[in-house]
């Protein structure tokens, strides 16, 4: 057995179930992926002011 399996197999072995508690709640990821997507376009809209304002 190489070691590249053996790493394979630790980590296989070492791997935690998650309870239910641990998981994520549909609506964490709702939010964080509301929160993510606001940002990226509130950056958007900054950048595009900025390369507006550059142009004037």
């Known amino acids: 057995m190489d070691n ?3 790493r394979v197999t630790t980590w296989r ?3 935690t ?3 239910p508690s641990q998981a994520f709640d549909v ?3 709702r939010r964080l992926t509301t ?3 606001r940002a990226a376009r509130a950056n958007t809209a ?3 002011d900025a390369s507006r304002d ?3």
Do not use: H, Q, W
């Open 4 to 6: 590249t399996t053996n």
């Open 13 to 15: 072995n070492k791997k």
């Open 17 to 19: 179930t998650r309870t």
């Open 27 to 29: 609506s964490d990821v």
């Open 35 to 37: 929160e993510v997507l």
């Open 46 to 48: 900054n950048e595009a």
């Open 54 to 56: 550059a142009i004037r």
